[in-house]
Nanobody, 122 residues
Framework: QVQLLESGGGLVQAGGSLRLSCAASGRTFSRYAMGWFRQAPGKEREFVASISWGGASTWYADSVKGRFTISRDNAKNTGYVRMNSLKPEDTAVYYC???????????????RGQGTLVTVSS
């Protein structure tokens, strides 16, 4: 089992930045790919970004490409997403997930966090 705990969410003005963290415990985090997803009020959960187990390969949703950066520090069992130039439409609960591949589908991940809320004010 892998337990995932997100942190770093909060209230930020449009144009600002936040870095979310995903701390993993349990089985070896470095063996898993990781993904970030988000769910805005009244909308379905959507893919944000994913990263391979070693961190060499990353993928992004078009809506965040160029603004968000996914990374990981396997020595610290922690994944990150740096979010710059935030927009009100980025407001959502952000979730991290770990799995065998860097999927862009939430349901394909074996392990999932509980989420952290990001609110971007205009």
């Amino acid at each position: 089992q892998v337990q995932l705990l997100e942190s770093g969410g909060g209230l930020v003005q449009a144009g600002g930045s936040l870095r979310l963290s995903c701390a993993a415990s349990g089985r070896t985090f470095s063996r898993y790919a990781m993904g970030w997803f988000r769910q805005a009020p009244g909308k379905e959960r959507e893919f944000v970004a994913s990263i391979s187990w070693g961190g060499a390969s990353t993928w992004y949703a078009d809506s965040v490409k160029g603004r968000f950066t996914i990374s990981r520090d396997n020595a610290k069992n922690t994944g990150y997403v740096r979010m710059n130039s935030l927009k009100p439409e980025d407001t959502a609960v952000y979730y991290c997930a770990a799995g065998s591949e860097p999927y862009n589908k939430w349901d394909l991940y074996n392990y999932r966090g509980q989420g952290t809320l990001v609110t971007v004010s205009s």
